[in-house]
């Protein structure tokens, strides 16, 4: 009975439930429709979002279960005991490596758009080094205080969106939706391939899911939580064919972004919501990133127990300060989410069913 | 760590001294005990010390007590005068000296109710110099101490910080027993609990704090009790001291506790689960936890209906927005987003600041230092001459300074409703958190515009989420929520919906109301 101390680092089922969509919406937001439309017909992309989120579902299901056997336990722990120490260790580092790209890469995406939309003299080295000093206060924190802060963000965060996509409706054009399912097997590939990427990010469970109070409900919370990035994709990816129709949003760079410019706010309050959208919506990309890069922080110190958190932040902050800047232009930046295109489906499917299958056909369990 | 070091050190040798001090015992000789006390307090004249025979008996005995800090109504009436008189009738047979004298006065004579029995030198002082009346008999080294408290007072008033349309209109005293008893009046439940400390090494002052068995958390009250412990100083001038010295952190703008002068405010912490805390000589009391959001909400918002509350609570949400936010945004929207606003109030505001020599940013910083300035000489400047601050402030400086072309009306517009905004809230402390936070609002948008904003804005939610009062972290209810938490956060739902104390609370008894009624 220690009700009064919330300090002891404890993630209640609700608060891990906010994290899923937290770390999910984020720059994929911005450009999914673009990618979506490019690799279908029409407005057939809904198809291939609730495909790939239901996979994406599904392994978040597996990887919250996986996690939830070890209660109690660092990723490392747990690991060591299904694959032996050195193979854990190995992909203990990997995930590190995975995380910190992933982190460098919404950054410098957030510092790329941020220039682009709001300044134009400010250098994106100065823009991105801002962020990433306010992500590091975040992360010096208390874990539990970042999920905390996921619970106060999302909500303001899917509102604006909402808000956003309610104001388009006098632009909407149900004449662009059809004619219904003119896309070929081979598109529909594609585009499920493309959904299934904009969902990544839920690897953390691997970490987190140990610090619940309530472990066992992990699986069913943060798959209920996935749907909310399913729904929100799938409803901006129509209003966006709705109003921009197939072949335009093709060919905008940020289709998301090039939409709320379109809205008007009704009584003229303010001129070009897009600016405003995309300073909500650093936002959302700050909880991505938090969540992220935290992650990457305590997979760290699950192998090197000794080390303080604030020296492994000290040591990560300046590595993914140059990774994220390596990118020299938009297309490099492109390029950069290749490479994360690539290492995703290794650490977020191929990992965890491994670990999992083995949990499994090994029946154990942790001692939590 | 480092902190704590001098503390300790301090408490050690506090110890120490406390040894020497208490081991001075009284004398058994009546004017020893006497010449002893007038040493201790080198004889000052408020102090009275009168030696008389207690009744038709051969015996005398004495009374010591400052003058003006006593009852001398009380003194005169019923100790001086039933000694001298009741002592006479024929059945009273006095036979023996010290000790049993002593014994039949405590246990006939003295028509008191507060009544101890002392022993040594140092208790005896500090009775005298709390105002209390000791007496002194021959032949014991015992005394009687007599609860006289008296002195001058101010009278009970409307609490002046905190007025409301709607509510009792009495407000805390600076006497500790007139604000116990606010609370008593309010809460007759025989759990109400008084814990006192005495505080300040030189004042010893009363402190009491009350919560309600059987609500409250248990923890609660060990983790109030631990931190008032370690308060060892010389003198709580105000609760400002006690709120400084137990609260949680010292690296942040937000108070922990909350500071009022309504003792229905405070009654109904109480029986939300919550502990008040008082301390002699200030009108002040203090209430923890808290959270963010109880620092917006009014208690009169549980007077009103709910539906005007409600509105009241959107509008003070809206007015916590502009008073933090809106010097901010014209920073930021004139200086690097002019495109957000609508082309024709840019025009008017282009045209408006035609010939003002300086950028939005320095003439924002300028009119908002201007104002904190008007708000501090109108706080500090006699009551007869506070209407002229208004005048030199409101028109000669806002007028003048337009007129000249130093700054744009708008800009005189924004600070207005900023400086309204910001005294339309209900708790002082967080307006005064609120100033501070705007400054660092407008660095952040002078530098990166909205996007200084936002990550500002970001920063201090990651603070708000770090920080605790007592334990209970400062969103909640926001996150972590609880179970029906949001019926008194944003929206006040109706007073009926309200069936359970605050989640957060952990009350041990959840529910404060019973909703079908006693019908029974």
Not at chain 2, 50 to 66: E, L, Q
Not at chain 2, 178 to 194: G, Q, S, Y
Not at chain 2, 261 to 286: C, H, N, S, W, Y
Not at chain 2, 482 to 508: E, N, Q, S
Request: charged share 20%; proline share 5%; aromatic share 12%.
């Amino acid at each position: 009975m220690k009700p009064f101390d919330y300090s002891d680092e404890k993630i209640s089922q609700r608060e891990l439930g906010f994290a899923i969509p937290s770390v999910v919406i984020g720059v994929s937001v911005l450009t999914a429709p673009r990618l979506l439309a490019q690799a279908t017909k029409f407005a057939d992309g809904w198809l291939c979002i609730l495909f790939g989120g239901l996979i994406a579902l599904l392994f978040t299901w597996l990887t919250a279960k996986l996690a939830a056997r070890f209660p109690n336990q660092s990723f490392f722990e747990y690991s060591s005991m299904l694959v032996s120490k050195p193979v854990a260790f190995l992909v203990t580092l990997f995930l590190v490596f995975y995380l910190i790209i992933f982190t460098s890469y919404e950054i410098r995406y957030i510092a790329t758009i941020s220039k682009q939309y709001l300044f134009d003299r400010t250098p994106a080295e100065v823009i991105g080094f801002a962020f990433l000093l306010v992500v590091t206060y975040a992360v010096t924190g208390s874990r539990a205080a970042l999920f905390r802060l996921n619970v106060l963000f999302l909500p303001i965060i899917i509102a604006v969106l909402f808000v956003v996509l309610l104001a388009t409706i006098p632009l909407f054009d149900w004449k662009h939706l059809f004619p219904l399912f003119k896309t070929d097997l081979k598109g529909y590939i594609n585009g499920t391939k493309v959904g299934f990427f904009s969902y990544s990010g839920w690897v953390i469970l691997l970490f987190y899911t140990g610090l619940m109070t309530n472990p066992d409900k992990a699986p069913k919370v943060t798959a209920a939580g996935m749907i909310v990035p399913m729904v929100v994709y799938t409803l901006l990816y129509m209003t966006t064919i709705g109003v921009f129709s197939n072949i335009v949003t093709r060919n905008l760079v940020f289709p998301t972004i090039e939409m709320a410019k379109e809205v008007k706010i009704p009584g003229g309050i303010f001129e070009r919501v897009e600016t405003l959208f995309f300073t909500v919506w650093i936002m959302a990309i700050f909880s991505t990133v938090t969540l992220l890069f935290d992650a990457s922080i305590m997979a760290l110190n699950s192998i090197f127990k000794k080390v303080k958190k604030q020296t492994i932040i000290f040591i990560l902050v300046p590595i993914v300060y140059l990774i994220s800047m390596l990118p020299k232009s938009l297309i490099q930046l492109v390029k950069f989410g290749d490479v994360l295109d690539f290492l995703y489906p290794i650490a977020e499917i191929l990992i965890p069913f491994i670990l999992f299958f083995i949990a499994y056909l090994r029946r154990k369990k942790g001692h939590g | 760590m480092a902190f704590n070091k001098p503390r300790k050190r301090r408490k050690n040798s506090q110890k120490a001294e406390d040894k020497e001090d208490f081991s001075i015992k009284l004398n058994t000789n009546l004017d020893d005990n006497i010449e002893n006390i007038k040493k201790l307090l080198d004889d000052p004249n408020d102090l009275v010390t009168r030696t008389f025979s207690i009744g038709h008996t051969k015996y005398t005995c004495a009374v010591a007590y400052i003058d003006g800090l006593t009852n001398t109504t009380l003194i005169n009436q019923m100790i001086i005068r039933n000694v001298q008189a009741e002592v006479e009738s024929p059945e009273t047979k006095v036979s023996e000296a010290g000790a049993p004298l002593l014994d039949r006065l405590y246990n006939e004579w003295l028509s008191v109710g507060g009544v101890k029995k002392a022993y040594s030198l140092d208790d005896v002082s500090l009775a005298i110099l709390s105002g209390n009346t000791v007496i002194l008999v021959g032949g014991t080294d015992q005394v009687i101490i007599i609860d006289t408290q008296g002195g001058p007072e101010r009278a009970v008033e409307e609490p002046t910080t905190e007025r409301l349309i709607r509510g009792p209109k009495v407000g805390f005293t600076e006497n500790i027993r007139t604000n116990t008893v606010f609370i008593r009046k309010r809460i007759r439940d025989a759990n109400l609990r008084f814990q006192s400390y005495k505080i300040g090494r030189r004042s010893k002052k009363t402190l009491i704090v009350t919560y309600i068995d059987g609500i409250v958390h248990p923890n609660l009250i060990s983790e109030v009790n631990k931190r008032l412990k370690t308060i060892d100083l010389d003198d709580a001038a105000e609760s400002g001291f006690i709120e400084q010295w137990i609260e949680d952190s010292f690296l942040t703008p937000f108070p922990q506790l909350e500071h009022t002068e309504r003792p229905d405010k405070v009654a109904q912490a109480l029986t939300d689960g919550k502990v008040a805390i008082l301390l002699e000589g200030t009108p002040f009391a203090l209430i923890a936890p808290i959270t963010f959001s109880n620092m917006l909400h009014s208690p009169e918002d549980y007077y009103e209906r709910w539906l005007f509350s409600t509105l009241i609570r959107f509008l003070r949400y809206l007015a916590a927005f502009i008073a933090v936010f809106l010097p901010a945004l014209y920073i930021a929207l004139l200086s690097y987003h002019p495109g957000l606003i609508p082309y024709k109030l840019a025009f008017f505001i282009a045209a408006s600041r035609e010939g003002v020599p300086f950028t939005a940013a320095v003439e924002a910083f300028m009119m908002e230092i201007t104002m904190e300035l008007l708000r501090e000489a109108g706080f500090r400047v006699p009551q007869p001459i506070g209407q002229t601050i208004g005048i030199v402030g409101g028109i000669v400086i806002g007028q003048a300074a337009v007129a000249a072309g130093i700054v744009s009306p708008i800009m005189v517009i924004i600070v207005a409703i900023t400086a309204i905004s910001s005294f339309s809230l209900p708790a002082y402390g967080l307006a005064i958190s609120f100033r501070i936070l705007r400054f660092g609002f407008m660095l952040a948008a002078a530098i990166f515009g909205l996007y200084g904003i936002i990550l500002a804005y970001i920063v201090v939610n990651i603070h708000i989420v770090n920080l605790k009062s007592f334990g209970v972290p400062y969103s909640t209810p926001f996150a972590p929520s609880f179970k029906g938490g949001w019926k008194d956060i944003v929206i006040r739902a109706p007073l009926t919906t309200l069936g359970k104390r605050p989640g957060y609370m952990k009350p041990k008894d959840k529910k404060r109301m019973n909703k079908g009624g006693n019908t029974s």
